[in-house]
């Protein structure tokens, strides 16, 4: 027999997920994560695309 059980986050943690989902709609913010996007692309390709991820 399988038992699920249903977690709250404390109730800090809910706040600062409401706070940071909306500062996620503010046009600033998806210009500033646009920019960490492509570098992390950049990136993930270096280390997986060319096997660099250990380079000694």
């Known amino acids: ?3 699920s059980s249903v977690g709250f986050p404390p109730r800090e943690l809910l ?3 409401i706070r940071n989902r909306a500062e ?3 046009p600033d913010w998806h210009k ?3 920019v960490r ?4 692309g950049t990136v993930c ?3 997986h695309g060319h096997g ?3 380079c000694c």
């Open 37 to 40: 996007s492509g570098i992390e």
């Open 32 to 34: 500033r994560y646009a």
């Open 52 to 54: 660099m991820r250990r």
């Open 1 to 3: 027999m399988v038992f």
């Open 15 to 17: 706040h600062l997920q």
């Open 45 to 47: 390709e270096f280390a």
């Open 24 to 26: 996620q709609q503010d």
